[in-house]
């Protein structure tokens, strides 16, 4: 079946450095990605959609100069987290729709990002 | 996007005994899907009911829709201790849209 990858599973960083975090549809293109924010115990958050070859639509409340998405391919999305403070721990989790099969949309494994 | 509510907020039963979970969304949908969530890892899909189903059964999983409340409900019976883990209800609109997730349910149960 349809696969998406993410890349880191986990990430430590200095408070003020950029993240990079990256997801990938394995045997599907996908025009469309997704992007959630999961803090502890809570359930995820759609952050932005990620629109390949166009600027991503941010949720209300999401700082598009902080969080930085880039679809430059079918089948790659890119959140990058600049200048990453403690506030920004949590998990992201990518997700994909294959659109052109089975409509399904299947999720990556996620990233852990920790800024100390 | 708008959150439905999920409740209870956490659920806590011995091996054995049966564990409902319901799940409320505020506008039409396409579909519905349950994952289950390990702490700290990724999510696992369990089971989508469509809107003109009403009920679906997997393994020991039983999944009810009622698209007039605008609710679903989960149940899980002859827990195991395996099953502890948070499980969250989504909502699929049609079309090329993200999943919105419920609150979700920390179920745990005990041995």
């Known amino acids: 079946g349809a696969v998406v990858s993410q890349h880191p599973s986990r990430v430590i960083c200095k408070s003020g450095t950029s993240v990079k975090i990256e997801c990938r549809s394995l045997d599907f293109q996908a025009t469309t990605m997704f992007w959630y924010r999961q803090f502890p115990k809570k359930s995820l958050m759609l952050m932005a959609t990620s629109n390949e070859g166009s600027k991503a639509t941010y949720e209300q409340g999401v700082e598009k100069d902080k969080f930085l998405i880039n679809h430059a391919s079918l089948t790659l999305s890119t959140l990058t987290v600049t200048s990453a403070h403690p506030e920004d721990s949590s998990f992201y989790i990518c997700s994909a729709r294959d659109a052109e099969g089975t409509g399904e949309l299947f999720f990556g494994e996620g990233s852990r990002l920790t800024v100390l | 996007s708008q959150q439905g509510e999920e409740d209870p907020q956490a659920l806590s039963i011995q091996e054995g005994e049966n564990a409902t979970m319901n799940c409320s969304y505020k506008t039409s949908i396409n579909n519905l899907q349950w994952y289950r969530q390990n702490s700290g890892r990724g999510l696992v899909h369990l089971i989508l009911?469509?809107?003109?189903?009403r009920e679906k059964h997997s393994g020991r999983l039983r999944v009810t829709l009622d698209t007039s409340k605008k609710s679903s409900s989960l149940l899980i019976t002859a827990s195991r201790a395996a099953d502890t883990a948070s499980y969250f209800c989504?909502?699929?609109?049609?079309?090329?849209?993200?999943?919105?997730f419920g609150k979700g349910t920390r179920l745990s149960v005990i041995a």
């Open positions: 009911i469509r809107s003109n189903e």
């Open positions: 989504a909502t699929d609109a049609w079309g090329n849209t993200p999943l919105v």
